[in-house]
Nanobody, 119 residues
Framework: QVQLVESGGGLVQAGGSLRLSCAAS????????VAWHRQAPGKQRELVAA???????NYVDSVKGRFTISRDNAKNVVFLEMNSLQPEDTAVYYCNAAVMASGWGKDYWGQGTQVTVSS
């Protein structure tokens, strides 16, 4: 059984920073692509940033230059460093990972962590 657990969310003022973590646990052979998504109230979930197993990254335009996704493959942890946060970044942030475990590949989601940016 594989679990993804996000942490690091909270309340921050505009212009501030937060660092989200997504820790994977279980009988993991390999973690391929990992992505952070977010969903604001009344809006659809959107892809924020993604990173491949080789370290290639991509970002939604609205966070380019402010957010950085990285990963520690040895610890099965992915980070999302968020700087210059704005009220429009307020959302529940979810981690999503393509995981090889017990000979099977499957997509997993975490439970989400709330990020609230006050103006």
């Amino acid at each position: 059984q594989v679990q993804l657990v996000e942490s690091g969310g909270g309340l921050v003022q505009a212009g501030g920073s937060l660092r989200l973590s997504c820790a994977a646990s279980g009988s993991i052979s390999r973690i391929n692509r990992v992505a952070w998504h977010r969903q604001a109230p009344g809006k659809q979930r959107e892809l924020v940033a993604a990173i491949t197993s080789g370290g290639s990254t991509n970002y939604v335009d609205s966070v380019k230059g402010r957010f950085t996704i990285s990963r520690d493959n040895a610890k099965n942890v992915v980070f999302l460093e968020m700087n210059s946060l704005q009220p429009e970044d307020t959302a529940v942030y979810y981690c999503n990972a393509a995981v090889m475990a017990s000979g099977w590949g499957k997509d997993y989601w975490g439970q989400g962590t709330q990020v609230t940016v006050s103006s």
